[in-house]
């Protein structure tokens, strides 16, 4: 059974580029989440989806940042006109339908902005 | 809001010896879960140990226990017979019952001396 993946792993934009980010979460998981992890500082919670619904969105920058999580494939998190402060890791965790209250992580996708 | 609180910025034993990591965390609920994730260099992140709220056992798992003390709103890891392997970032983490959205600490970078 798979686990959560994530690409790209590295990426590396110029300011004013778009940057994508792409999670399929483990087999059967139907929840995916959203952190970001600035260089020496713990995770924050960005968004939270189900199939085809943002549940929770409070963490996420109010412009130039969007997610989805289309019926089909994977969950997509779209940077658009990065500036250097998007520079960091992007997690990606999912957790099955029925909560545990654990979630399981991706090995994360790192954006360096130019 | 929820706050996790890690006060110890880095740490550092020798192999062999036990060491205890410092949370304490803040909410008006009283049932959710927290726990522990450890971050090696290869980044990823990896539940350590688990705790629900409602249970006053605390939880083990092999070398990692921890001391929850619900009252004072305290969850220490200790790590017992310390190994190499076990250097990596450790963040304490919240949530919620029947929400995974995590509220994490900011870590402390701990270091195991050969």
């Known amino acids: 059974n798979a686990g959560v993946m994530q690409n790209p792993r590295h990426l590396v934009r110029r300011r004013g580029q778009e940057a994508r980010l792409r999670c399929s979460p483990m087999k059967g998981h139907s929840h995916v989440y959203w952190y970001r992890q600035l260089p020496e500082e713990g995770l924050k919670f960005m968004v939270y989806?189900?199939?085809?619904?943002?549940?929770?969105e409070s963490g996420m920058p109010k412009e130039r940042f969007s997610a989805e999580f289309p019926k089909e494939g994977p969950s997509i998190l779209r940077i658009q006109q990065v500036v250097r402060g998007d520079s960091a890791a992007y997690f990606c965790a999912s957790s099955p339908p029925r909560t545990t209250g654990e979630l399981f992580f991706g090995e994360g996708s790192r954006l360096t902005v130019l | 809001a929820q706050t996790v609180t890690q006060s110890q910025p880095e740490m550092s034993v020798q192999e062999a010896e036990t060491v205890t990591l410092s949370c304490t965390y803040d909410t008006s609920e009283s049932n959710y879960y927290l726990f522990w994730y450890k971050q090696p260099p290869s980044r990823q992140m990896i539940l350590v140990i688990r705790q629900e709220a409602y249970k006053q056992q605390n939880a083990t798992e092999n070398r990692f226990s921890v001391n929850f003390q619900k009252a004072a709103k305290s969850f220490s890891l200790k790590i017992s017979d310390s190994q190499l392997g076990d250097t990596a970032m450790y963040f304490c983490?919240?949530?919620?019952?029947?929400?995974?959205?995590?509220?994490f600490g900011t870590g402390t970078r701990l270091t195991i001396i050969p």
């Open positions: 989806l189900q199939k085809e619904n943002i549940i929770d």
């Open positions: 983490a919240f949530t919620n019952f029947g929400n995974e959205k995590l509220t």
